[in-house]
């Protein structure tokens, strides 16, 4: 396993997502109905990392202006292209490559922690039916180099049920943002095995959706279930899936 004990010297840019995110969040709370639960659970300094489930095109920005705090958000590498590219760098985006190792963005993501950040990362690693059916262990990786704490997130909403990969709810559609309990586990010091990294990575999957299962029964909401055949993005094949969820 890769040690990156040193964090990039760079942060990223975090001007512009500080400015931007109070207005982000009124225009996306005047176009849908977004219900906020137990925001009051994040810590409100020090490193903390977001782990959310991943349904919809708007999970993303979502994550980045509805949490309590600036978010520095892994997102594939392929959207760092264009006008989109640069407005992403532009708001402190971490750039991921998922199909290798990436030490540059993990880097970066120590880079933010170390600083006292925030980051934010889809454990499911591409768009599904947001069940956290399958889990990659770069979360866990994170927390174990880091301690930060692991807060959960469950997003509620931001595809309907049969809706494409790439659909946007309606305007005053309901959606609902819910943050779990933290969960944490102690800095694991280089060596890190592969076997410590499961094993966190089982409790860290079990926790989480826990926290999703909790989240749902307190809004009275379902998933959107599973994407079409052909509307499903091709995602790493590291980590763990339940079989019976996606069978």
């Known amino acids: 396993m890769i040690d990156l004990p040193?964090?990039?010297?760079?942060?990223?840019?975090?001007?512009?997502?500080?400015?931007?995110?109070?207005?982000?969040?009124?225009?996306?709370?005047?176009?849908?109905d977004v219900h906020r639960h137990g925001a009051g659970r994040v810590p409100v300094s020090g490193p903390v990392i977001f782990a959310s489930n991943h349904a919809g095109l708007?999970?993303?920005?979502?994550?980045t202006i509805l949490t309590p705090r600036p978010?520095?958000?892994?997102?594939?590498?392929e959207m760092f292209t264009g006008l989109l590219g640069r407005v992403l760098t532009w708001c402190g985006q971490i750039?991921?490559?998922?199909f290798g190792a990436d030490p540059g963005a993990i880097k970066m993501c120590l880079r933010v922690l170390a600083d006292g950040g925030a980051i934010g990362i889809f454990?499911?690693?591409?768009?599904?039916?947001?069940?956290?059916?399958?889990?990659?262990?770069?979360?866990?990786?994170?927390?174990?180099?880091?301690?930060?704490?692991?807060?959960p997130i469950t997003q509620v909403g931001?595809?309907?049920?049969?809706?494409?990969?790439?659909?946007?709810?309606?305007?005053?559609?309901?959606?609902?943002?819910?943050?779990g309990e933290p969960w944490q586990t102690p800095r694991q010091p280089w060596p890190r095995t592969r076997e410590q990294t499961l094993a966190t990575s089982t409790l860290l999957w079990d926790h989480l959706r826990e926290q999703q299962a909790r989240a749902l029964a307190l809004t009275g909401r379902a998933l959107p279930g599973p994407l079409r055949p052909g509307?499903?993005?091709?995602g790493p094949d590291t980590g763990f899936v339940d079989q019976g969820a996606s069978s």
């Not at 708007?58 to 994550?63: A, E, M, Q, T, V």
């Not at 809706?163 to 709810?169: C, E, I, K």
């Open 6 to 32: 040193r964090p990039s010297p760079r942060h990223p840019r975090r001007a512009v997502l500080r400015v931007l995110r109070p207005v982000a969040s009124t225009l996306a709370r005047g176009y849908w």
């Open 58 to 63: 708007i999970d993303g920005p979502l994550l």
């Open 71 to 77: 978010v520095h958000a892994l997102s594939k590498r």
């Open 95 to 98: 750039p991921l490559e998922r």
């Open 123 to 151: 454990p499911e690693g591409t768009r599904g039916g947001g069940d956290l059916d399958t889990f990659h262990h770069g979360v866990s990786y994170l927390a174990m180099v880091s301690g930060a704490p692991v807060v």
């Open 158 to 179: 931001t595809r309907l049920p049969g809706g494409r990969s790439n659909s946007v709810p309606p305007r005053g559609a309901r959606i609902d943002f819910a943050f």
């Open 231 to 234: 509307d499903i993005e091709d």
